[in-house]
Each structure stands twice: as C-alpha cells, then as structure tokens.
C-alpha cells in the first residue's frame, strides 16, 4: 500500500484475513494518525509508516511485538521524533516513563 495516497486504515473485525501479516508499509501515503487497534495484528513485525502526516503513534502501537517501527519523515510530536529515531525500544521506554509519571500524579492526589 506504499505510495497509493491511502489517508486512513481500518482493522477488520475479524483479523484472521490478516492474521499471518508480518510487514505492513504504508509508507508515502496521505495518514493523519494510526489506529489504536492496530495491535489486533498479532504478527505484526515490521511497520513502515515513513512520509505520511503523522503527529502520534498510540501507546497500543508501541507496545507492539514489532521489531522495526518507520516514522521517519512525519511530523511526530508523540513520542518525540528523536525518540522515534532511536527505534521502537525508545519509544516503548518513552510510553513507560508517562505511565509511571502518571501513576505517581495520582498518588500524589490521594
């Protein structure tokens, strides 16, 4: 799907169509964002999503088993585009940091 102006995807309800989907590259594309539910694709190894229009890639995303994750090229702002630089395990670390700091806020308001 690289290059085909493609603006949106949708996760099947029933995922077994995709079910063995290892590489998914959507890279050149026209998307604003990438579903929450992207992480029903439980093979999933590889996204390339490089030159889209993206400014977040969902926590659901990163916590992904995904081995390589592209973003290059895109206006990330969430994680950071220098964490997503680093690769998938920054951006998981990334995620985890926000989620203790979150954690910590709460206890602090009890």
């Known amino acids: 799907m690289y290059g ?10 029933s995922v077994t169509a995709l079910g063995k989907l290892e590489t998914l590259d959507l890279g050149y594309n026209e998307m604003a964002y990438l579903p929450d539910d992207l992480d029903q694709l439980k093979s999933l190894r590889a996204l390339r999503v490089m030159n889209n229009f993206l400014e977040k ?17 895109n206006p990330v702002i969430q994680p950071p585009i220098e964490t997503c630089e680093r690769g998938i395990s920054s951006m998981k670390r990334y995620y985890q940091c926000l989620r203790q700091e979150e954690q910590s806020k709460h206890k602090t308001l009890e």
């Open 57 to 73: 890639v969902p926590m659901r995303v990163c916590e992904m088993d995904l081995k390589t994750i592209d973003v290059s090229g």
């Open 4 to 13: 085909n102006k493609v603006t949106e995807i949708i996760t099947p309800r």
